[in-house]
């Protein structure tokens, strides 16, 4: 039996999503299903091009000549860039493309690679005025210049409907503010995925410290972030959703699974540091009011100081696993608002203090917390949240398989199945994407708790991406 049952008093009402103590929030099925279509849509539309559609012309980039075809792009092109070193930027800026026929610029899928050198002052993927682009297969070599891998500069009017996918970003750690990938204009319906960024002051940066900037329906997958000095990814406030052409009204989600966030070496400390994962709340009012982070299928490793993530506003967080040997594993606090409307549910999370810890909820809202299961110095904080499997930082090693070793021998799956009839978590939401499967994808079972079901084998957790690839798609 996997430990004993955290009770209390706090009675969870049934509700598909996310309830307050005065009414039921209205359910995101439908913008749910929406915003996963949308997706889909976007996603399937920059497979087709980086895979080989017919697109309307093929140009052979050099490291001689490529800044000359750049600006001669026109919708459904691709530049296909050749082997070799490139020091001169890629500057995509007044380059749009068309929903179905986006502009493409790709590196070597295998082989040999395009790799672009940093330059002083300059960034070196510069993004201004730009709209279905598609970059695909470069690495940016940060070299300890004063320069971000990849932005959306901040004079420009709109970035949009961007795709970067298999980027290798290293070496752009001389400073804790030089960023992999900065948003620093309106932004929208970006996809980030399969990347790899080692080494970097902060891995992404999205949205203006401000708040003045909106980013908006991001999709960020199977990245693996690690060893930056500052956050992995911070997803900034918004205040509002500016006024930008095309920018969406409706209600959206960022949807950010099956990531990599470590900081296990080179992290600041002391008023430096900063989380692994930080997400910001949405506009208290207006466009982008209901919008919803939908955090799910990642691994959290190590945090010196901080906690692995930290959050407000409106979060949906499940099917993660959390381990931090040195600290506290998630913090749900005031930061520029105040939390309102928060899941947190199914997450294995093995942490040398805090396990859950909510504080300063805004009134009228009653987090939901079910189905975890936690191994910390204090397990819950903020209510006896009913439902959760909860204790101490020392007991993992008696029900888990591997809790305290490195990765790639970590392995928190369970060492053993509930027996049965043991009673299941209660009032764990459906409703969201893969919240009915494991970390891995298989059927959730009524009795599970935490990220995994049983299984007869141990389940480590390697940070190697060609590894990840093979559970996720």
Same mark, same amino acid.
């Given at each position: 039996?996997?430990?004993?049952?955290?009770?209390?008093?706090?009675?969870?009402?049934?509700?598909?999503?996310?309830?307050?103590?005065?009414?039921?929030?209205?359910?995101?099925?439908?913008?749910?299903?929406?915003?996963?279509?949308?997706?889909?849509?976007?996603?399937?539309?920059?497979?087709?091009?980086?895979?080989?559609?017919?697109?309307?012309?093929?140009?052979?980039?050099?490291?001689?000549?490529?800044?000359?075809?750049?600006?001669?792009?026109?919708?459904?092109?691709?530049?296909?860039?050749?082997?070799?070193?490139?020091?001169?930027?890629?500057?995509?800026?007044?380059? %749009?493309?068309?929903?179905?026929?986006?502009?493409?610029? %790709?590196?070597?899928?295998?082989?040999?690679?395009?790799?672009?050198?940093?330059?002083?002052?300059?960034?070196?993927?510069?993004?201004?005025?730009?709209?279905?682009?598609?970059?695909?297969?470069?690495?940016?070599?940060?070299?300890?210049?004063?320069?971000?891998?990849?932005?959306?500069?901040?004079?420009?009017?709109?970035?949009h409907h961007i795709t970067l996918?298999?980027?290798?970003?290293?070496?752009?750690?001389?400073?804790?503010?030089?960023?992999?990938?900065?948003?620093?204009?309106?932004?929208?319906?970006?996809?980030?995925?399969?990347?790899?960024?080692?080494?970097?002051?902060?891995?992404?940066?999205?949205?203006?410290?401000?708040?003045?900037?909106?980013?908006?329906?991001?999709?960020?997958?199977?990245?693996?972030?690690?060893?930056?000095?500052?956050?992995?990814?911070?997803?900034?406030?918004?205040?509002?959703?500016?006024?930008?052409?095309?920018?969406?009204?409706?209600?959206?989600?960022?949807?950010?699974?099956?990531?990599?966030?470590?900081?296990?070496?080179?992290?600041?400390?002391?008023?430096?540091?900063?989380?692994?994962?930080?997400?910001?709340?949405?506009?208290?009012?207006?466009?982008?009011?209901?919008?919803?982070?939908?955090?799910?299928?990642?691994?959290?490793?190590?945090?010196?100081?901080?906690?692995l993530f930290q959050g407000d506003?409106?979060?949906?967080?499940?099917?993660?696993?959390?381990?931090?040997?040195?600290?506290?594993?998630?913090?749900?606090?005031?930061?520029?608002?105040?939390?309102?409307?928060?899941?947190?549910?199914?997450?294995?999370?093995?942490?040398?203090?805090?396990?859950?810890?909510?504080?300063?909820?805004?009134?009228?809202?009653?987090?939901?917390?079910?189905?975890?299961?936690?191994?910390?110095?204090?397990?819950?904080?903020?209510?006896?949240?009913?439902?959760?499997?909860?204790?101490?930082?020392?007991?993992?090693?008696?029900?888990?398989?591997?809790?305290?070793?490195?990765?790639?021998?970590?392995?928190?799956?369970?060492?053993?199945?509930?027996?049965?009839?043991?009673?299941?978590?209660?009032?764990?939401?459906?409703?969201?994407?893969?919240?009915?499967?494991?970390?891995?994808?298989?059927?959730?079972?009524?009795?599970?708790?935490?990220?995994?079901?049983?299984?007869?084998?141990?389940?480590?957790?390697?940070?190697?991406?060609?590894?990840?690839?093979?559970?996720?798609?």
């Open positions: 039996m996997l430990g004993r049952l955290e009770r209390g008093h706090h009675a969870i009402r049934d509700t598909p999503i996310i309830q307050t103590a005065s009414c039921t929030i209205r359910s995101n099925r439908r913008l749910i299903a929406r915003v996963l279509q949308r997706s889909a849509h976007v996603l399937a539309l920059a497979l087709v091009g980086v895979t080989g559609a017919a697109s309307a012309a093929d140009h052979a980039g050099t490291p001689d000549q490529y800044r000359l075809l750049l600006q001669k792009l026109e919708p459904g092109d691709r530049l296909l860039l050749a082997p070799g070193t490139y020091t001169r930027g890629l500057p995509i800026h007044d380059l %749009q493309g068309t929903a179905g026929r986006p502009i493409i610029i %790709q590196g070597p899928p295998s082989g040999p690679p395009a790799r672009f050198l940093a330059r002083d002052g300059a960034n070196t993927v510069s993004l201004k005025n730009a709209a279905h682009i598609v970059i695909d297969s470069i690495e940016l070599e940060g070299m300890g210049r004063n320069a971000d891998a990849v932005k959306a500069e901040s004079r420009s009017r709109f970035v996918s298999r980027l290798k970003i290293t070496g752009h750690d001389a400073d804790q503010s030089l960023v992999g990938i900065a948003a620093q204009s309106p932004a929208w319906d970006w996809t980030i995925r399969d990347c790899v960024i080692d080494g970097a002051g902060t891995g992404m940066y999205l949205g203006r410290s401000n708040g003045s900037t909106g980013f908006v329906g991001v999709v960020i997958e199977r990245n693996v972030i690690r060893n930056t000095i500052g956050y992995n990814i911070q997803i900034k406030h918004q205040k509002l959703r500016p006024e930008a052409p095309g920018m969406p009204t409706q209600p959206r989600l960022n949807i950010i699974r099956h990531n990599v966030f470590s900081k296990h070496r080179h992290a600041s400390i002391g008023s430096q540091a900063r989380p692994n994962l930080l997400v910001g709340h949405f506009p208290p009012h207006g466009p982008g009011a209901d919008d919803v982070h939908v955090i799910y299928g990642n691994v959290f490793y190590d945090n010196p100081t901080e906690a506003g409106t979060i949906a967080l499940y099917n993660n696993v959390f381990v931090n040997p040195n600290g506290p594993a998630i913090h749900i606090q005031p930061h520029n608002a105040r939390p309102r409307q928060i899941a947190v549910f199914n997450n294995t999370v093995v942490a040398r203090t805090d396990g859950v810890f909510i504080s300063g909820v805004e009134q009228g809202y009653d987090p939901l917390v079910t189905g975890n299961l936690i191994f910390a110095a204090l397990p819950l904080h903020g209510a006896p949240y009913a439902g959760n499997l909860a204790l101490g930082w020392d007991e993992a090693a008696t029900h888990l398989r591997a809790p305290y070793a490195e990765p790639p021998m970590l392995d928190v799956s369970p060492l053993d199945s509930p027996p049965p009839g043991e009673p299941g978590p209660a009032n764990v939401p459906v409703d969201f994407p893969g919240a009915g499967t494991d970390f891995d994808g298989l059927p959730r079972t009524p009795h599970s708790w935490g990220a995994f079901e049983y299984r007869p084998s141990g389940r480590p957790l390697t940070f190697d991406p060609a590894a990840m690839d093979e559970r996720r798609s």
